[in-house]
């Protein structure tokens, strides 16, 4: 499983790739940041919300593994 940097990076890789008009919601608790937006009107200001999460330590995300394992 990725990390949450490299879930993040994933991410802004898409929003910065995909070619259609969509609308986004990360807002489940299992995401590492909540992002909301609409492509591509919202396309420069998703990857900053992106931007600040990779500068958190991975250690300040939620536990790897969520629930009784």
């Not at 910065?16 to 995401?31: C, F, G, K, M």
């Amino acid at each position: 499983m990725l990390g949450p940097h490299e879930v993040l990076s994933e991410t802004a890789l898409l929003i910065e790739h995909l070619q259609a008009r969509s609308y986004l919601t990360s807002d489940h608790y299992t995401n590492n940041i909540n992002l909301e937006g609409r492509l591509p009107e919202d396309r420069s200001r998703l990857p900053e919300q992106i931007r600040s999460g990779l500068k958190r330590s991975e250690s300040d995300f939620r536990p790897f593994f969520i629930g009784d394992a």
